[in-house]
């Protein structure tokens, strides 16, 4: 049977790997009374009378929208509203998922507890056109304040949808220093992609006029169940407790690949038995694997760490001598086994692309490889049965993420891109 684990180095750097992340929370530029970001989430939103909105938006439909008095409500400054009555926005399950992962980034963002309860609640639909704006609003003197003992409003959220504008970036005032004020682009020209930003409830905020194009906003109030929120010196402390993960885990690599006998590690995907493909193994990763990929990605945008990643198949071969059981199951018991050949080929960087790297064949006792689980769970693609030589034959094709020194590839011409924009996951 194929054994992996032979290579004492990577005793270290399996545990590690596998250790429950320190949660990392973003340490915003002098503190956390904002966040702001471009997630990819796909959304639709249905309105009375038009059915659905297009995305991007459409300034044909959108002027069709602000002529219709039912609908819309003028605020003057070139600026319209729609009731949330008159909206619904989603599609089923898959935007309650986008709503998870925009709750994630606030809680993130604004230094709120993991295990806080954080709910959206949608306004209303806000539509600017070329030199409208909003003017300085604070949200506690214009929201009534909903508290019975469960929910409190703590601050709200504006999602700029996909469409073509420019100017009209906003300002937000910290309401503890005036002069401690943030100014925001939230033009959004991509297709699926949403950028959002979130402030709590003291803050004051505005926008500067848009100069070109159409911008919607969908608003919404942000409720959690209390008031806890994490202080700078804890989000200092979190930041730095994960930094030395980070650290600790890319010294163990460093370790594994100081003697020169290595040029990579090949980690192999537990759920990498049939459930991912290589060609789109971004959107496919889960669990554990995901989050090993995390923390890689991490050390790998670190510029100053000589290392880099890309996921490729792990091709094994096993011919195995044995006896067949004598029943219709015909089960077969290996009583010698041989790898016949192994090698990493198929190549692909976290962005899906192809990356340009030869065959990497792997040595016969598997001294490169670390693998979380029993190699005997991984299930062959393809079994090859003589029951007339007593043989069978494994073929193997796993998902694996592989480790390098940049500095290796460099030397033979080969550069691994890091994430686009558009994996969000991999922000």
């Given at each position: 049977m194929v054994?992996?684990?032979n290579?004492?180095k990577?005793?270290?750097?399996?545990?590690l790997?596998?250790?429950?992340e320190?949660k990392?929370?973003?340490e915003l530029?002098?503190?956390?009374?904002?966040?702001?970001g471009?997630?990819?989430a796909?959304i639709?939103?249905?309105?009375?009378d038009?059915?659905?909105?297009?995305?991007p938006c459409v300034?044909?439909?959108?002027?069709?929208?602000?002529?219709?008095?039912?609908i819309?409500t003028?605020s003057?400054?070139?600026?319209?509203?729609?009731e949330?009555n008159k909206?619904?926005i989603?599609?089923?399950n898959?935007?309650k998922?986008?709503?998870?992962?925009?709750?994630e980034?606030?809680?993130?963002?604004?230094?709120?507890?993991q295990d806080?309860l954080v709910n959206?609640?949608?306004?209303k639909?806000i539509?600017?056109k070329s030199?409208g704006y909003?003017?300085?609003?604070?949200?506690?003197?214009?929201t009534?304040i909903?508290?019975?003992?469960?929910n409190d409003i703590?601050?709200k959220?504006?999602?700029?949808?996909?469409s073509?504008s420019?100017?009209?970036?906003?300002?937000?005032?910290?309401?503890?220093?005036e002069?401690d004020h943030?100014k925001?682009?939230?033009?959004?020209?991509f297709?699926?992609?949403i950028?959002?930003?979130s402030?709590?409830?003291?803050?004051?905020?505005?926008?500067?006029p848009?100069?070109s194009?159409?911008r919607?906003?969908?608003?919404?109030?942000?409720i959690?169940?209390?008031k806890?929120?994490l202080?700078?010196?804890?989000?200092?402390q979190?930041?730095?407790?994960s930094?030395?993960k980070?650290?600790?885990?890319?010294?163990s690599i460093?370790f594994?690949l100081?003697?020169?006998k290595?040029?990579?590690?090949?980690?192999?995907?537990?759920?990498g038995?049939?459930?991912?493909?290589?060609?789109?193994i971004?959107?496919q990763l889960?669990?554990?694997?995901l989050k090993?990929?995390e923390?890689v990605?991490?050390?790998?945008?670190?510029?100053?760490n000589?290392?880099t990643?890309?996921?490729?198949y792990?091709?094994?071969?096993?011919?195995?001598?044995?006896?067949?059981?004598m029943?219709?199951k015909?089960k077969?018991t290996?009583?010698?086994?041989i790898?016949s050949?192994?090698?990493?080929?198929?190549?692909r960087?976290?962005n899906?692309?192809?990356?340009?790297?030869?065959?990497i064949h792997i040595?016969?006792?598997l001294?490169e490889v670390i693998?979380?689980?029993?190699?005997?769970?991984?299930k062959?693609?393809?079994?090859?049965?003589?029951q007339?030589?007593n043989?069978?034959i494994?073929?193997?094709e796993?998902p694996?993420?592989?480790?390098f020194?940049k500095s290796?590839?460099?030397?033979?011409?080969?550069?691994?891109?890091?994430?686009?924009?558009?994996?969000?996951?991999?922000?």
């Amino acid at each position: 049977m194929v054994k992996i684990g032979n290579n004492f180095k990577f005793c270290q750097l399996k545990g590690l790997l596998q250790s429950e992340e320190v949660k990392e929370i973003k340490e915003l530029p002098k503190t956390n009374f904002y966040t702001q970001g471009i997630i990819e989430a796909p959304i639709s939103i249905r309105i009375d009378d038009i059915n659905y909105l297009s995305i991007p938006c459409v300034e044909s439909q959108i002027n069709n929208l602000i002529s219709n008095e039912k609908i819309t409500t003028n605020s003057n400054r070139n600026v319209w509203e729609i009731e949330k009555n008159k909206i619904e926005i989603g599609d089923g399950n898959l935007w309650k998922e986008s709503e998870e992962k925009i709750i994630e980034k606030i809680k993130i963002g604004m230094g709120i507890y993991q295990d806080e309860l954080v709910n959206l609640q949608f306004q209303k639909l806000i539509i600017i056109k070329s030199n409208g704006y909003l003017p300085y609003q604070d949200i506690d003197s214009t929201t009534t304040i909903v508290k019975n003992n469960k929910n409190d409003i703590f601050g709200k959220m504006l999602i700029s949808l996909p469409s073509k504008s420019y100017g009209g970036d906003m300002i937000i005032t910290n309401p503890n220093n005036e002069k401690d004020h943030c100014k925001i682009q939230l033009s959004n020209n991509f297709g699926s992609l949403i950028n959002m930003v979130s402030f709590y409830s003291d803050c004051i905020y505005t926008t500067e006029p848009l100069q070109s194009g159409i911008r919607v906003y969908l608003e919404y109030h942000l409720i959690k169940s209390t008031k806890r929120s994490l202080s700078a010196q804890v989000l200092t402390q979190i930041k730095s407790d994960s930094n030395e993960k980070l650290k600790e885990i890319t010294d163990s690599i460093n370790f594994c690949l100081s003697d020169g006998k290595l040029t990579n590690i090949v980690y192999l995907f537990e759920n990498g038995g049939g459930d991912y493909n290589i060609e789109s193994i971004v959107e496919q990763l889960k669990g554990n694997d995901l989050k090993i990929v995390e923390k890689v990605n991490k050390i790998s945008m670190n510029q100053l760490n000589d290392l880099t990643f890309c996921f490729g198949y792990f091709h094994l071969i096993e011919k195995s001598i044995g006896l067949f059981s004598m029943d219709d199951k015909k089960k077969f018991t290996p009583n010698e086994s041989i790898v016949s050949e192994n090698f990493i080929h198929c190549f692909r960087d976290i962005n899906n692309n192809l990356v340009d790297i030869p065959i990497i064949h792997i040595s016969k006792d598997l001294s490169e490889v670390i693998s979380s689980i029993d190699f005997k769970n991984f299930k062959p693609y393809q079994l090859i049965t003589n029951q007339h030589l007593n043989s069978q034959i494994s073929i193997y094709e796993i998902p694996s993420l592989i480790i390098f020194k940049k500095s290796t590839l460099e030397n033979n011409d080969i550069s691994i891109k890091p994430p686009e924009l558009k994996k969000g996951k991999f922000e």
